[in-house]
């Protein structure tokens, strides 16, 4: 890194004048037992500090921002140019706009590279589109910061993107499912509102993004009635208006309706050839409560939607087509018959009329192990467990009979249900096996956890399946729950995380990572243990080229009959910030030094900011 500025210089020469003298003067034991020497008054010693605190801060953001100019990487450019921004906002806040002005040049930069060239070594299309669903490339984090620090400045760059994604995107696909790039980069901010509870501005800003029903949509709105019920019901029946009046809604539209009234995590969509999508939810959302009123208007709009009249099979343009809408009528039909009997009976009616002109396929899907997940709550585990053998003993062949148990044991899985673990080991396939009781281990320890149950959380953590990561993070998660409760159980789960993490791959960026997180947590119980972890972190950090300081990577995937299922675990507080702030807390200079002893520019980066960053937090609290 380049060296600092003389702003820096200043400051030592400050604090060496401020301490150098007293030191120099010797004392004796009696003088200091009868007249210590006089100590400033807070009024006088206070602005001081505050000056130098500033002064150290400012620098070293415009040192590192100075420096992230002459990056090749061009996405890391634009995150540490946005970053050092947001950090000087409240130091100099022209200055701040400054740096996102050349972050957000760097993030079109760094995303037109993605797109050009088959010689470039960009990330494969899949990837790319993965991260712009959720809003992740270059270009939203700059507008995220920019939108939070300076409304004008992000409606700026929002409606460059607009622009832009007006020039290059094509009409987005009406699958109930996918949004388009920029009503990706709208929610994915809005989520970030609602995690700060700020549920009014998220919804303003994700308003343009609400007149579809999506899953992006239908899962903010789930969101949003978290923090504000009022709000989120008036927008959903501005929604449900909208899907009344379009000619284009068809039984997917009901189906994603019907995810926010009554199952919401939990999104399907269901193709013509009976093929049905699902993802499991990142969090668990209890079924609403909502006002009589606006229950009745979801089953109405729902009815008027499903009863129109399907269109002649060669000229059917919906997503669903008459077998998914046969899935969607047979799926939501418990819910009609409890609370709107009079017309279950007309939906009945068509159900029966739809069986007769389709094709086999819906008698083979007619119990379809999907169709009543969310819906049907009082069935007992026995009930659910016959009905799978009667599939599986219809199942053609091996792998017939794996993809139905893949199906159910990730079913089960999502439920917390243990009888997921026996389902998962019926697979035939060696490798299939292994990954389906993986990914249903992982889910019942998530469940235990979220319970606080840390007796059932450890058993599942010790489970053969597990990788050394996830085990790491298993006990990491568990500590943490045990901290306040049994401290010394606690410490001996963090010291057996930490030796699980050493058997993670050197240049593995997971363990860098892993130890981070592990040095972050023993700074609530021994500073001192706490600083010795995190040095081994350095070297972790140091070993692994790809490690960029945040988490990443942490997930448990299974490939189900209806696509891949991913279960993201949460490793927010592992990110290298969080531990560089909390050590700069107990000792600046120390977290300062640590953070110039990273090797690779994108950890280094982290690390420097999240020094600045407590530094002008410090600076707040005087």
Request: hydrophobic share 45%; charged share 25%; net charge neutral.
């Amino acid at each position: 890194m380049r060296s600092i500025n003389v702003l820096v210089l200043l400051f030592w020469l400050c604090a060496l004048s401020l301490f150098g003298t007293a030191s120099a003067q010797p004392t004796t034991p009696s003088q200091t037992a009868q007249s210590p020497p006089a100590s400033p008054k807070k009024d006088e010693e206070i602005p001081a500090t505050e000056a130098q605190r500033r002064t150290f801060a400012a620098s070293i953001i415009m040192s590192l921002a100075d420096e992230a100019r002459s990056y090749n990487d061009l996405a890391l450019r634009a995150r540490v140019l946005a970053r050092s921004g947001d950090a000087l906002w409240d130091l100099d806040p022209d200055g701040a706009r400054i740096l996102l002005r050349r972050a957000w040049e760097a993030a079109e930069k760094a995303d037109a590279a993605e797109d050009v060239g088959p010689s470039n070594p960009a990330p494969a299309a899949m990837v790319i589109a993965v991260r712009r669903g959720d809003g992740g490339d270059s270009r939203a984090e700059v507008l995220n910061i920019a939108s939070r620090r300076d409304s004008a400045l992000g409606n700026e760059f929002l409606a460059k993107l607009n622009e832009q994604v007006t020039a290059q995107t094509a009409r987005p696909v009406n699958d109930s499912w996918t949004t388009s790039n920029e009503m990706s980069k709208r929610l994915s901010f809005a989520h970030r509102l609602l995690n700060d509870n700020q549920a009014d501005k998220a919804l303003e800003f994700a308003a343009p993004a609400l007149n579809s029903v999506n899953e992006a949509s239908i899962s903010f709105l789930s969101r949003l009635r978290l923090l504000n019920p009022a709000l989120a019901d008036k927008q959903f029946m501005r929604l449900l208006a909208r899907a009344e009046l379009d000619p284009t809604s068809d039984a997917n539209t009901v189906s994603g309706l019907s995810s926010y009234a009554f199952t919401p995590g939990m999104y399907l969509t269901f193709a013509a050839d009976g093929g049905v999508r699902w993802a499991p939810a990142l969090e668990t959302i209890t079924t609403p409560n909502l006002p009589v009123e606006l229950r009745g208007s979801f089953f109405r709009v729902a009815a008027s939607i499903l009863l129109r009249p399907l269109p002649p099979p060669d000229q059917d343009v919906t997503s669903a087509g008459l077998i998914g809408k046969y899935m969607v009528i047979k799926r939501l039909l418990p819910l009609f018959e409890q609370y709107t009997p009079d017309t279950a009976v007309a939906l009945r009616s068509l159900l029966t009329a739809l069986a007769r002109q389709g094709s086999s396929s819906i008698v083979e899907d007619d119990d379809d192990f999907l169709l009543t997940q969310g819906i049907v709550r009082d069935a007992d585990s026995r009930t659910v467990l016959e009905r799978l053998q009667e599939r599986v003993d219809r199942a053609k062949n091996e792998r017939a009979r794996d993809e139905i148990y893949t199906d159910a044991a990730a079913i089960l899985a999502f439920e917390g249900n243990p009888a997921a673990q026996d389902i998962a080991d019926k697979l035939e396939d060696a490798y299939r096996r292994e990954v389906a009781r993986r990914y249903v281990d992982i889910s019942l320890l998530r469940t235990a956890l979220a319970k606080k149950n840390s007796a059932a959380a450890l058993k599942f953590a010790k489970a053969d399946s597990l990788t050394h990561p996830q085990r790491t993070w298993a006990y990491l998660q568990i500590a943490r729950l045990l901290m306040g409760s049994d401290r010394t159980r606690a410490l001996g789960l963090l010291e057996e995380a930490l030796a699980e993490a050493r058997r993670i791959d050197a240049d593995d960026a997971n363990r860098a990572l892993l130890i981070s997180g592990l040095a972050s947590q023993f700074l609530a119980a021994d500073v001192t243990r706490s600083w010795e972890v995190a040095a081994e972190a350095v070297k972790a950090a140091n070993a692994a080229e790809d490690f960029s300081g945040e988490a990443h990577g942490l997930t448990v995937a299974i490939v189900t009959s209806s696509g891949l299922k991913l279960i993201e675990l949460d490793s927010s507080a592992l990110n290298l910030s969080v531990l560089v702030s909390s050590l700069a807390k107990q000792d600046l200079m120390r977290a300062s030094d640590l953070a110039k002893s990273f090797k690779y520019e994108a950890p280094r980066a982290v690390a420097t900011l999240a020094v600045a960053s407590a530094a002008v937090t410090k600076t707040k609290r005087k």
